[in-house]
């Protein structure tokens, strides 16, 4: 099975003589799926693209990719469920659409003793776009067998001024 964590994409063919499929690691994404059609000539019944360039783009979102945790819009990002309201972000106004704003998450896994330090430790950052102009960071270290310390910051370097802006005063 393929990681998509620290992967780029890729895409990924299987094929048993009769029937070949092509899914790439971006969203689990089927991108291209030929089998006989009628006259025994290969046929591709996916629409889709022949590189991951257009889906990490989003030129066609959602294009036979796994979508959720709720498929479709969730109306005003709000639903009910056993007398409990629950709101969820909205990231197609007014709703919700496939599960909320895009995010990632990047996992990894430190050994015990790896740089010298005691105890196994799980570490997840996830960034999320919560709107057209915020990004979230959410970080969580998890020491599994002994204590240990952790600290973690993360450490862009921001230019506010621009990518090109070189002047510095």
């Known amino acids: 099975m393929a990681d998509q964590i620290d992967q780029k994409p890729e895409i990924f063919e299987l094929n048993n003589g009769s029937m070949q499929v092509k899914i790439t690691n971006y969203g689990a994404t089927i991108t291209s799926l030929s089998l006989p059609d009628n006259n ?3 046929a591709d019944v996916v629409l889709g693209f022949d590189s991951v360039e257009p889906y990490v783009k989003g030129v066609a979102p959602y ?5 959720g945790r709720v498929a479709n819009r969730i109306k ?5 469920l056993d007398g409990a309201e629950y709101a969820l972000p909205i990231n197609q106004p007014p709703n919700s659409l496939h599960g909320g704003n895009p995010s990632i998450t990047f996992k990894y896994h430190s050994r015990d003793g790896e740089e010298g330090y005691p ?6 950052a996830t960034y999320t776009l919560t709107s057209s102009t915020t990004m979230r960071l959410d970080m969580e270290a998890v020491s599994e067998n002994k204590p240990t310390p952790i600290s973690l910051a993360q450490h862009t370097y921001w230019n506010l001024a621009g990518h090109n802006s070189w002047e510095h005063t």
């Open 63 to 67: 294009f036979g990719a796994i979508v």
């Open 76 to 80: 005003e990002g709000k639903f009910t």
């Open 40 to 42: 025994g000539k290969q």
């Open 119 to 124: 105890g196994e430790v799980s570490v997840t």
